[in-house]
């Protein structure tokens, strides 16, 4: 009898499987969903079946991630997951918090002090592509002598064991190969777990509202800036929240800033973006007014563009160039009150999200550049040594 049983709870098990694949086989043929409104994202679909498909090896791949999308109740099985995985961080992170001074393994990335850290990158790691970035840079130096040369270079959480605070070596490596004068170099300060945290985002690589006011601060030393620094009129706080790259990295939802910036009485400023003339550059105003519930660092500092300019109309002001990543933003409007024009290139999008192309040498005479800047992490230069032509 028990046996009996077993073999028919098996065959209904059995049915109920091929029922529910079948089922799922046939919505994704015939009645696919375009749209995941959980997701917020368009929904991979069954590939046309042809004989290049089947000889590239791509059919299987493309047909598995469309099942994987259309199959009955794989939304619900996605949100299930993505609660279960927040229920366990919940659970768990206090345990991982607790550990003190030293790091802690959590989902491919690591924690110090309970807060996702970067692995540090010693020069050793990276050192081939350091030497071609200083090649790239040296090769311009060398076409524009005219041109006086800085070297900004932003240390962050890949530049410092916090634990037993070796240094990554990546500044004093550029300040031996590159060519420009001693007194032109300078870096952004992270010397222990402390100063990093006051001056850095806690779920995001971009440093704070703090830190990027220190930044312009040195960045105005540094070029012999003219005019007074500007003083923050005070400290506001953004409505909404920041969901940081590196909690993205990892799909974790707990990993959050809540965000403050500090408010300034900037000029009058003509904003050219990618050639295009903008109102502002960052949208403070328009993140107060929407009052979404997630802000990005872009949002409110600008987002990134191959090449634009801020022009205050100071024609007794040098012309400057920044060349650099992400860091440089927020600090852009408040250097353009002592010069002429501030431009910025970000040669990461350079071949990518501009609408020419121009090369670097041509865009500094055309612009009448007398001051530029190669400003940026470690991860910028080492991308860096991957451009060509610009």
């Known amino acids: 009898m028990a046996r009996g049983l077993s073999k028919f709870f098996k065959i209904c098990f059995a049915g109920l499987t091929v029922l529910f694949l079948g089922i799922g086989f046939v919505k994704s043929v015939f009645f696919p969903t375009d749209i995941s409104m959980y997701?917020?994202?368009?929904?991979?679909?069954?590939?046309?079946?042809?004989?290049g498909v089947f000889l590239d090896n791509s059919f299987q791949s493309d047909f598995d991630t469309a099942l994987g999308d259309q199959i009955s109740f794989s939304t619900y099985y996605k949100?299930?997951?993505?609660?279960?995985?927040s229920f366990a961080d919940k659970l768990f992170l206090p345990i991982?918090?607790?550990?003190?001074?030293?790091?802690?393994?959590?989902?491919?990335?690591?924690?110090?002090?309970g807060q996702l850290i970067a692995p540090m990158e010693p020069v050793k790691e990276c050192e081939r592509e350091l030497h071609k970035a200083g090649e790239v840079i040296n090769n311009k130096i060398a076409l524009m002598?005219?041109?006086?040369?800085?070297?900004?270079?932003?240390?962050?959480?890949?530049?410092?064991?916090?634990?037993?605070?070796?240094?990554?070596?990546?500044?004093?490596?550029?300040?031996?190969?590159?060519?420009?004068?001693a007194d032109n170099f300078a870096c952004y300060p992270?010397?222990?777990?402390e100063q990093y945290r006051e001056n850095f985002y806690y779920s995001d690589h971009h440093w704070n509202h703090k830190g990027s006011y220190k930044a312009y601060i040195q960045i105005l030393e540094l070029?012999?800036?003219?005019?007074?620094?500007?003083?923050?009129?005070?400290?506001l706080s953004i409505p909404g929240i920041l969901r940081g790259s590196k909690g993205r990295a990892i799909g974790s939802n707990?990993?959050?800033?809540?965000?403050?910036?500090?408010?300034?009485?900037?000029p009058s400023i003509d904003v050219l973006f990618d050639g295009m003339p903008l109102p502002d550059y960052g949208d403070v105003a328009g993140v107060f007014s929407r009052n979404q519930p997630v802000v990005s660092y872009a949002d409110i500092y600008g987002y990134d563009t191959g090449y634009m300019s801020l022009a205050t109309n100071q024609p007794d002001r040098e012309n400057i160039l920044i060349v650099g990543d992400s860091y440089d933003n927020a600090i852009l409007k408040l250097l353009a009150n002592h010069f002429?024009?501030?431009?910025?290139?970000?040669?990461?999008?350079?071949?990518f999200m501009t609408s020419q192309q121009p090369i670097l040498e041509e865009y500094v005479r055309e612009n009448n550049i007398s001051k530029l800047v190669f400003f940026g992490s470690g991860e910028f230069f080492k991308e860096l040594s991957k451009v060509e032509e610009w």
């Open 79 to 85: 949100k299930l997951y993505n609660e279960l995985t």
């Open 190 to 193: 992270v010397d222990n777990f």
């Open 223 to 235: 070029l012999g800036a003219k005019g007074e620094p500007i003083v923050p009129k005070g400290e």
């Open 340 to 351: 002429n024009q501030v431009h910025s290139v970000d040669t990461r999008c350079f071949f």
């Open 39 to 51: 997701e917020q994202r368009t929904l991979n679909k069954l590939p046309a079946a042809n004989l």
């Open 96 to 113: 991982r918090h607790g550990i003190m001074d030293r790091y802690v393994s959590y989902k491919g990335s690591q924690l110090y002090n």
């Open 254 to 266: 707990t990993y959050y800033d809540k965000i403050s910036i500090y408010e300034f009485e900037y």
């Open 145 to 181: 002598p005219d041109v006086q040369f800085y070297f900004y270079y932003v240390n962050n959480d890949t530049d410092i064991n916090f634990q037993t605070g070796e240094k990554s070596g990546k500044y004093e490596f550029f300040q031996e190969i590159l060519n420009i004068p």
